[in-house]
């Protein structure tokens, strides 16, 4: 593969709210998330887990916690990403959220480059959704819900979009 088409991919991921209805496949499910495990970590503590969300119910459940997810009342799988503080201690313990970030970014990487598409749902800063899907999912204090990854095939065709902002770029110096 050239390298300019490796990084076309970035180019090519973009938030993908509706879905065809059409089940994830096993094996896909298996690599998009060995890619979520693949990224960087403090210390490599890797500190994530994941919970793959696949029951309708459940996932029309999730979907009433807040208006902003509505989408999952159609996604056919998400995936919580979840911090496991257990036993990770110390100064990488205050890296965990960037740590689980690069998973997350990971996994919708790899899904748009199996021809799916998502959405990255930010929980960790929500207080009462954090504690619904504790009490959903059955989640023990020491395991956090940082944020929640609905993922299909894109009901529409993909949306071509490079931003670049050069007032954003400081060179050297701010
Ligand atoms: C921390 C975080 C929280 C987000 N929460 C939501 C959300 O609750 N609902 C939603 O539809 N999109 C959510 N998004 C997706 C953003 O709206 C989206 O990434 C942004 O509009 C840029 O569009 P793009 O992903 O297509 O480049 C979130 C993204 C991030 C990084």
């Not at 459940?58 to 009342?73: P, S, V, Y």
């Not at 036993?87 to 997350?104: H, I, K, M, P, V």
């Not at 944020?147 to 065709?157: A, D, K, T, V």
Request: proline residues 7%.
């Amino acid at each position: 593969m050239e390298s300019m088409s490796k990084v076309d991919l970035l180019f090519e991921r973009h938030s993908v709210r509706r879905y065809l209805d059409e089940k994830v496949d096993p094996q896909d499910i298996q690599t998009i998330l060995q890619a979520g495990m693949s990224a960087p970590s403090a210390r490599n503590a890797q500190p994530w887990e994941f919970l793959v969300i696949q029951d309708r119910q459940r996932l029309t459940e999730c979907a009433g916690i807040r208006k902003f997810w509505a989408m999952l009342n159609e996604a056919p799988l998400a995936i919580l990403v979840l911090a496991n503080l257990e036993g990770y201690t110390g100064s990488s313990r205050e890296f965990f959220l960037q740590d689980c970030s690069a998973a997350a970014e990971n996994i919708l990487l790899a899904a748009t480059a199996l021809g799916y598409g998502g959405v990255w749902l930010g929980i960790h800063a929500l207080e009462e959704p954090q504690a619904r899907l504790r009490e959903l999912f059955g989640i023990p204090e020491s395991i956090v819900p940082v944020m929640m990854l609905p993922i299909g095939r894109p009901l529409n065709p993909p949306e071509a979009k490079r931003r670049f902002t050069p007032e954003k770029i400081h060179e050297e110096r701010y």
